[in-house]
């Protein structure tokens, strides 16, 4: 049972997670897209604004609609999980929900219906507020995310056992939640850029194609786009090593064996290295078995910023977690079949190994495709290369596949513990809770299962639906109703100041204000 809540709770989230980078990164341009032209008044930025922004709302709507289901997972398989964190989860939960999520879905409200109905410098703040609001709420998330990485600011509760929150701005302030927070953010802006330079590209080379005029607002709404992107990407991406280092630098600190699994290092080395492919048997565990191709004195540097210092095996680990906290799980029913059976405090290795390559060579692709779009494009020139136009398309999906694997890398290199004890406590008051525990001691296998199923055909569809939807619109590209900076009311021509526009007794449905918000 424990393993299939742990396959509905991961399918679930990686999903989920797939939309939360591009709502980041992508509503962060748009605003800046929508300045533009509050500060220019040209008609690109406002085509580019629109256009965008469909994308964005697209996202949007289905990545609210998956998050949901998030916060009632925990409450259906993981409810021993939820009373053991809630203390500390509540608070962080709350703040989420009621100060950042409704921040930004009013105000997204207010910028999609606004249109040409406030003035055009309160209209600008309303996207900013919005973006700023998803911002605010992936932090709150992170900083919850992190706790059970490194937990902070807590006290174990004598009659409980539990955790009890008595610090609450060390929780805020956890520097893994400062590391992971500024990792996700440039990691969101990679994912954006990348779009905006494969849908660019894409158009800039079918225009070119048909003989297009090159003078136009619509060319100009695909260059600019393909210049910016490939500019955030790679400055993303170079974002992402460096916070990736610091990031990587604290693991190595606070879960030393998820970063010596990420490098398959059996045995402890002085200096160690960096490994380049491993084989034989990754995928059994059996570390001993594990042979791969190294780059020597670059993991001490990576671990500890030195080439020198040692960086402990995987084995060596595994016999100084069994003696701290035990070499069998507890024989209690809380753990249910696990109980009194051995703990391999390992995470699998193929995944953690794997999956932090795939994170790192997935962001190389995009930041391979933001300099070929650069080049190709330089001093006015259009790529007409199928190979690299398409390629660049088809890389948009590079970042979402790195963002998953990171994901997927962080949480499963915790295992066996869903809460991972924080080495800067003293033993005794080290707060830890194995992923054996937090299951729901109520629930069957076969309502797992049910919600597994259930979910699993849902989020298809929805993966549909959206898939459908960006394309739809993305090969649709800019449309005449995005050339005014008002949505014509009537068909007519709007005031463009900064005052809201007269409205009449006779206006109807031809408002396209729904189109753009549809």
């Known amino acids: ?5 742990r396959w509905q709770f991961g399918i679930t989230t990686v999903y989920h997670f797939l939309m939360v980078p591009l709502t980041i990164g992508l509503g962060l341009l748009v605003a800046v897209m929508h300045t533009m ?11 580019m604004t629109r256009f965008w922004g469909r994308i964005f709302l697209i996202n949007f709507v289905l990545g609210v609609a998956t998050g949901l289901v998030q916060e009632f997972q925990f409450g259906l398989a993981w409810s021993e999980y939820s009373r053991f964190v809630g203390d500390v989860f509540g608070s962080l939960l709350a703040l989420e929900a009621l100060l950042a999520f409704f921040l930004e879905s009013t105000f997204l409200g207010l910028w999609i219906f606004g249109w040409g109905r406030i003035p055009k410098k309160l209209h600008l703040a309303t996207i900013w507020a919005a973006a700023v609001g998803s911002a605010i709420s992936a932090y709150f998330i992170i900083a919850a995310n992190s706790w059970m990485q490194h937990p902070v600011g807590v006290v174990v509760d004598q009659e409980t056992g539990r955790p009890r929150q008595v610090d609450f701005w060390a929780v805020l302030t956890n520097n893994t939640a400062l590391a992971a927070f500024t990792h996700a953010m440039v990691a969101s802006l990679l994912v954006a850029g990348t779009l905006l330079v494969g849908i660019g590209l894409w158009h800039l080379r079918k225009r070119k194609l048909a003989n297009r005029s090159t003078e136009d607002v619509d060319h100009a709404v695909w260059r600019r786009s393909v210049r910016i992107g490939g500019w955030v990407a790679l400055a993303a991406f170079a974002l992402t090593a460096v916070t990736g280092d610091w990031q990587g630098k604290l693991m190595y600190q606070q879960q030393p064996l998820k970063m010596s699994s990420a490098e398959a290092l059996c045995e402890t080395e002085a200096p160690a290295s960096f490994s380049i492919f491993a084989f034989n048997k990754l995928g059994s565990n059996e570390c001993d078995d594990v042979h791969s191709f190294t780059i020597p004195y670059i993991l001490s540097f990576l671990a500890h910023g030195d080439f020198e210092s040692p960086v402990p095996g995987v084995n060596q680990l595994q016999e100084q977690y069994a003696a701290e906290y035990g070499a069998t799980y507890p024989d209690d029913p809380s753990f249910g079949d696990k109980a009194g059976e051995p703990i391999d405090y390992t995470p699998v290795l193929a995944v953690t190994y794997w999956g932090f390559r ?9 930041a391979a495709v933001a300099a070929y779009a650069l080049w190709s494009t330089r001093k006015g020139r259009v790529p007409t290369s199928r190979v690299g136009v398409y390629g660049s398309l088809l890389a948009v999906g590079a970042p979402f596949v790195g963002n998953a694997a990171g994901w997927i890398f962080t949480e499963m290199g915790r295992q ?8 800067d406590v003293p033993r005794a008051e080290q707060v830890y809770f194995f992923t054996a525990q937090a299951v729901s001691p109520g629930i069957t296998a076969a309502e797992v299962w049910t919600s597994l199923i259930s979910l699993g055909v849902l989020y298809g569809v929805l993966a549909v639906i959206e898939v459908g939807l960006i394309v739809r619109f993305a090969r649709r590209g800019v449309t005449e109703g995005d050339t ?13 100041d900064d005052t809201p526009p007269p409205t009449r007794p006779d206006d109807d449905a031809s408002d396209d204000v729904l189109q753009f918000a549809y």
């Open 37 to 47: 032209w509050v500060r220019t008044g040209r008609a690109e930025w406002l085509r």
């Open 416 to 423: 066996p513990f869903v809460v991972y004890p924080n080495p």
């Open 484 to 496: 005014t900076p008002t949505p014509g009311i009537g068909g007519g021509p709007r005031n463009d």
């Open 1 to 5: 049972m424990l393993e299939i809540a």
């Open 358 to 366: 795939l994170m790192i060579g997935m962001g190389m692709v995009a």
